[in-house]
């Protein structure tokens, strides 16, 4: 958001809509509205959201990121990069399939 605003670019921060109604009834809200989830931007933004996601819960279930075994930046750097190059390799027979 301070780079949003650093560059006086008209960006804001997509947080998700959050319109599940809980057990008791009460529909939860959120302060985002239709004024930012018009533009296809957000759709975008969300899709890119998941895939974030995605890696790094793949990375603490299957992975070794759930308890680090390293101390200071670039042993976790390291740790993370070593999860990511794991997870590439997991997705590139699902991407083969896709371009056939």
């Keep these: 958001m301070r780079r949003c605003r650093r560059q006086r670019s008209p960006c804001s921060p997509h947080i ?4 599940y ?6 529909a939860r809200k959120t302060s985002i509205d239709g ?3 018009r533009h296809k931007g957000y759709n ?3 899709s890119k959201r998941k895939m974030i ?7 603490k279930q299957h992975g070794t990121m759930r308890k680090t075994k390293h101390w ?14 794991g ?14």
Excluded: H
């Design 16 to 19: 998700a809509v959050n319109d």
């Design 35 to 37: 004024r930012t989830t």
């Design 44 to 46: 975008i933004s969300q």
């Design 21 to 26: 109604v809980t057990q008791t009834g009460r």
């Design 87 to 100: 997870y590439n390799l997991i997705r590139i027979p699902k991407l083969l399939a896709q371009m056939e």
């Design 72 to 85: 200071g930046l670039v042993g976790v750097a390291a740790d993370v990069l070593l999860n990511l190059i």
């Design 53 to 59: 996601e995605c890696l790094f819960g793949w990375g």
